[in-house]
Protein backbone atom coordinates (compact mmCIF):
# COMPACT_ATOMS: atom_id res chain seq x y z
CA UNK A 1 0.00 0.00 0.00
CA UNK A 2 1.55 3.48 -0.89
CA UNK A 3 2.26 5.66 1.89
CA UNK A 4 0.08 8.50 1.04
CA UNK A 5 -2.90 5.58 1.88
CA UNK A 6 -4.26 4.61 5.28
CA UNK A 7 -6.74 2.57 6.51
CA UNK A 8 -7.78 4.37 9.10
CA UNK A 9 -8.73 7.72 7.01
CA UNK A 10 -11.62 7.36 4.21
CA UNK A 11 -10.06 6.78 0.35
CA UNK A 12 -12.95 7.09 -1.91
CA UNK A 13 -11.19 7.29 -5.49
CA UNK A 14 -12.76 9.84 -7.75
CA UNK A 15 -13.94 8.77 -10.92
CA UNK A 16 -10.76 8.68 -13.76
CA UNK A 17 -9.06 10.04 -16.40
CA UNK A 18 -7.26 8.07 -19.30
CA UNK A 19 -4.77 9.32 -21.34
CA UNK A 20 -2.12 8.59 -24.12
CA UNK A 21 0.92 10.60 -23.39
CA UNK A 22 2.22 9.81 -26.70
CA UNK A 23 0.71 12.86 -28.31
CA UNK A 24 -0.31 10.07 -31.34
CA UNK A 25 -3.28 9.95 -32.43
CA UNK A 26 -5.59 6.03 -31.57
CA UNK A 27 -2.25 5.45 -29.66
CA UNK A 28 -3.21 2.76 -26.30
CA UNK A 29 -3.69 4.46 -22.64
CA UNK A 30 -1.08 4.54 -21.31
CA UNK A 31 -2.10 6.41 -18.14
CA UNK A 32 -4.76 7.05 -15.82
CA UNK A 33 -5.09 9.80 -13.41
CA UNK A 34 -7.20 9.80 -10.34
CA UNK A 35 -8.03 11.51 -6.79
CA UNK A 36 -8.85 10.67 -3.54
CA UNK A 37 -10.72 12.23 -0.58
CA UNK A 38 -7.63 12.45 1.33
CA UNK A 39 -6.74 15.36 -1.72
CA UNK A 40 -4.29 12.63 -3.05
CA UNK A 41 -3.22 12.66 -7.01
CA UNK A 42 -2.19 9.49 -8.58
CA UNK A 43 -0.79 8.18 -11.87
CA UNK A 44 -1.39 4.55 -12.85
CA UNK A 45 0.71 3.97 -15.45
CA UNK A 46 -0.94 0.90 -17.45
CA UNK A 47 1.42 1.00 -20.58
CA UNK A 48 1.77 -3.16 -19.89
CA UNK A 49 -0.47 -5.62 -21.53
CA UNK A 50 0.21 -7.43 -18.20
CA UNK A 51 -1.48 -5.27 -14.93
CA UNK A 52 0.79 -7.35 -12.79
CA UNK A 53 3.26 -4.40 -14.53
CA UNK A 54 0.69 -1.51 -14.19
CA UNK A 55 2.43 1.06 -11.44
CA UNK A 56 0.92 3.49 -9.21
CA UNK A 57 2.94 6.94 -8.47
CA UNK A 58 1.63 9.42 -6.32
CA UNK A 59 1.66 12.82 -7.77
CA UNK A 60 0.63 15.30 -5.22
CA UNK A 61 -1.26 15.57 -2.21
CA UNK A 62 -3.75 18.83 -1.88
CA UNK A 63 -3.43 20.56 1.46
CA UNK A 64 -4.77 24.33 2.95
CA UNK A 65 -2.07 26.56 4.68
CA UNK A 66 -2.98 24.74 8.11
CA UNK A 67 -2.41 21.05 6.52
CA UNK A 68 -6.02 20.12 5.76
CA UNK A 69 -6.43 17.52 3.04
CA UNK A 70 -8.62 18.77 0.04
CA UNK A 71 -10.80 16.09 -1.48
CA UNK A 72 -10.79 15.28 -5.01
CA UNK A 73 -13.76 14.02 -6.07
CA UNK A 74 -14.33 14.55 -9.60
CA UNK A 75 -12.35 13.20 -12.35
CA UNK A 76 -8.90 15.42 -13.17
CA UNK A 77 -8.32 16.94 -16.85
CA UNK A 78 -5.21 16.55 -18.38
CA UNK A 79 -3.43 17.41 -21.80
CA UNK A 80 -0.26 17.13 -23.72
CA UNK A 81 2.47 19.85 -21.96
CA UNK A 82 2.09 22.90 -24.13
CA UNK A 83 5.68 22.63 -24.88
CA UNK A 84 4.96 18.80 -26.61
CA UNK A 85 6.92 17.57 -28.18
CA UNK A 86 10.54 19.45 -27.12
CA UNK A 87 8.80 18.74 -23.67
CA UNK A 88 7.64 15.74 -22.89
CA UNK A 89 4.65 14.75 -19.93
CA UNK A 90 1.25 16.42 -19.46
CA UNK A 91 -0.37 18.64 -17.65
CA UNK A 92 -3.21 17.35 -14.91
CA UNK A 93 -5.87 19.71 -13.53
CA UNK A 94 -8.29 19.18 -10.33
CA UNK A 95 -10.72 20.87 -8.50
CA UNK A 96 -10.62 20.06 -4.84
CA UNK A 97 -14.14 20.08 -2.37
CA UNK A 98 -17.15 17.53 -1.53
CA UNK A 99 -20.65 17.57 -1.71
CA UNK A 100 -21.29 13.76 -0.52
CA UNK A 101 -22.95 14.67 2.81
CA UNK A 102 -25.04 16.45 4.60
CA UNK A 103 -22.05 17.79 7.07
CA UNK A 104 -20.57 18.74 3.83
CA UNK A 105 -23.39 21.40 3.13
CA UNK A 106 -21.62 23.36 6.39
CA UNK A 107 -18.15 22.78 5.83
CA UNK A 108 -16.09 26.12 5.45
CA UNK A 109 -12.26 24.77 4.80
CA UNK A 110 -10.84 26.14 1.75
CA UNK A 111 -10.64 24.69 -1.22
CA UNK A 112 -8.49 25.33 -4.89
CA UNK A 113 -7.75 24.25 -8.22
CA UNK A 114 -4.58 23.02 -9.23
CA UNK A 115 -2.37 22.10 -12.00
CA UNK A 116 0.47 19.63 -11.85
CA UNK A 117 2.75 18.76 -14.59
CA UNK A 118 4.13 14.91 -15.12
CA UNK A 119 6.97 13.80 -16.60
Known amino acids: MPAACSSSA ?3 LSEVVAVNSSGNAGAAVDTVYAGD ?3 NLWAINVSSA ?3 NWSVRLLFTATDSSGNHQ ?3 SAPAATLNPNFPKQK ?3 VFFGTGQLLAQ ?3 TNTNTQAFYASTTI
Open 10 to 12: PQG
Open 37 to 39: LQG
Open 50 to 52: NPA
Open 71 to 73: PIT
Open 89 to 91: GMM
Open 103 to 105: SDL
